[in-house]
Structures are given as C-alpha cells and as structure tokens.
C-alpha cells in the first residue's frame, strides 16, 4: 500500500539555521511526490513537489529530491527564517489518482 | 492563489446531533472537492471525493450515511455529520481542485468536538 512517514516534531530552530525535515514514503510504481505546508490559521498550500526520480523540487529557498533508492524525499532549507514557521506534510500521490497520502506533519517554529 | 474557506472553523455539539460544514472555492469553480479528517497527531485521511452534480465517492471505512456530502454548485461542498457521537470529534479539512490531476487547495479546517 501506499504510506508517508515522517519525522516527528515539534522541531524548534534558531533564525539562519539549516533545516532538515525527513520523510520516507511507500508506495507501489511510481507515486509523485509532495511537500505541504500550513502556517497558522490557513490551510494547506504546495510548497514544492516532483515527480520521477532524481527530480528536485524547490521553491522559497525549501529544496526536496526524489530519491527513488532510499524511497525518501527530504525537506532541506539552508538557512531558516522567522516566517518558516509553520506545519509541513510530506505527501504522495499515484499518477492519474485524486488520492494524496499525507505524512503526520512536523511543526516547525523558527525563534529570533 | 486559488482560496478556499471553510465555516465554521470550530463548532462543539451535543450527542446526537448533525453539524453541517461548508467549504467554498472563492476566487474559482471547482469540479472536484475533497474531504480529509485528521485526528491529533496522525496523518490527514481521505474520507469522500465530490464531484459538482453526482454523488460523492466514498474511501473505504467511511460510512457514507453518517458523513453525507452534498456537491451543489462548483464553489460549495458540504459535510454534514449525522448523528454525530465523541469519536467523531476531530480536525475535518477540504480541499478543491480544478480538473482530476490538478494541484489541491485546501481550506483551513474545522475543528468539531463532540460532547
């Protein structure tokens, strides 16, 4: 079947810190892969996503590849700011399916 | 972006009783909407796909008589819990989408306690 685990938080760094947010996935073929985040009071927006391997997914300064061999897709930003705070999910969906499988989300909060 | 709202973001009834949740897609149509319930600390699960004029798709588990879904024009969905007992309290989160592929815009939730 198909399942998101990811790290647990909550994970607290300092203004300018690198972020690490792992998540491991398993799916049968070939799923796309996504990361998700909710900053308070909002819903969920994409934050970036891929969808074969080896592809690399950015935006904001948030970066994740698709590493089909270690079946993992982990969110990295090399230096973290105060409006990072927020919730990610890690999330993936099979080609042509409406389904998303959602990781538990990890908090992250980003102190001055 | 493509907004989406939910009303209410928190409600607290009576056993018993039926809660209806609105979710709407305000700047855009939306063919498809989806509803997810996250319980603490787990994973945001598929419960329904509404698709604007049918009847919603229901995951397996999910009792389609108890959580209706009612798709009535492509900017409203609405999720009524009948009946609604403690267990169902949760963290009830939609989203909408344009075309079957197409990127998901979720709303901010709604938190239901049960008493």
């Known amino acids: 079947g198909n399942s998101v685990t990811q790290m647990e938080g909550p994970v607290t760094l300092s203004e300018e810190a690198f972020l690490t947010i792992n998540c491991t996935y398993t799916?049968?073929?070939?799923?796309?892969l996504f990361w998700y985040v909710q900053y308070p009071g909002e819903g969920l927006q994409l934050l970036l996503k891929?969808?074969?391997?080896?592809d690399k997914g950015s935006n904001k300064g948030f970066e994740a590849t698709y590493r089909k061999e270690t079946t993992s897709f982990h969110l990295e930003k090399g230096s973290v700011q105060v409006s990072d705070s927020a919730v990610y999910f890690c999330?993936?969906?099979?080609?042509?399916?409406?389904?998303?499988?959602f990781g538990t989300g990890t908090r992250l909060t980003v102190i001055p | 972006g493509a907004v989406v709202s939910q009303h209410p973001s928190w409600v607290i009834c009576k056993s018993g009783t039926s809660v209806k949740i609105e979710c709407r897609s305000l700047?855009?149509?939306?063919?498809?909407m989806f509803w997810y319930r996250q319980f603490p600390k787990q994973s945001l699960m598929l419960m329904a796909t509404?698709?604007?004029?049918?009847?919603?798709?229901?995951e397996q588990g999910v009792e389609k008589d108890k959580f209706l879904i009612n798709h009535a024009s492509l900017t409203l969905s609405t999720l009524t819990v009948t009946s609604a007992h403690p267990e169902d309290s949760s963290f009830y989160i939609c989203?909408?989408?344009?075309?079957?592929?197409?990127?998901?815009?979720f709303g901010p939730g709604t938190r239901l306690t049960v008493l």
């Open positions: 989203s909408a989408g344009l075309t079957r592929t197409d990127t998901q815009y």
């Open positions: 799916a049968t073929g070939y799923p796309s």
């Open positions: 891929a969808t074969k391997a080896d």
């Open positions: 999330a993936l969906s099979q080609t042509g399916a409406n389904n998303l499988f």
């Open positions: 700047d855009f149509q939306a063919t498809t």
């Open positions: 509404s698709n604007e004029g049918s009847k919603a798709t229901y």
